[in-house]
């Protein structure tokens, strides 16, 4: 079956950088396009990154837009989330999500949290 394991979440001070990752198997990977999310405490979840599948079209979210990354490697079914000059607004749990056959499947989140 799919499975999405997020890891790379962690404390890290304003102005730092993380990079998160996502180990994608259970669907042919190359084929899918991916996404990351977040959910801040008491706000809805927020699309932040899509890439598609070959990992040429890539759009954003304007509240990350020259900050955050995403990029995937194909041969390794995992797709990643660079994160720069991170702001406190930017915690919250991160997801990755993709579409396989009609059915949105997610990962179980990494929490990311910024603070001094």
């Known amino acids: 079956q799919v499975q999405l394991v997020e890891s790379g979440g962690g404390l890290v001070q304003p102005g730092g950088s993380l990079r998160l990752s996502c180990a994608a198997s259970?669907?042919?990977?190359?084929?899918?396009?991916m996404n990351w999310y977040r959910q801040a405490p008491g706000k809805e979840r927020e699309l932040v990154a899509i890439?598609?599948?070959?990992?040429?079209?890539?759009n954003y979210a304007a509240s990350v837009k020259g900050r955050f990354t995403i990029s995937r490697d194909n041969a390794k079914n995992t797709v990643y989330l660079q994160m720069n000059a991170l702001k406190p607004e930017d915690t919250a749990v991160y997801y990755c999500?993709?579409?396989?056959?009609?059915?949105?499947?997610w990962g179980q989140g990494t929490q990311v949290t910024v603070s001094s």
């Open positions: 890439i598609g599948s070959s990992g040429v079209i890539t």
């Open positions: 999500n993709c579409l396989v056959r009609g059915r949105l499947e």
């Open positions: 259970g669907f042919i990977f190359s084929n899918y396009a």
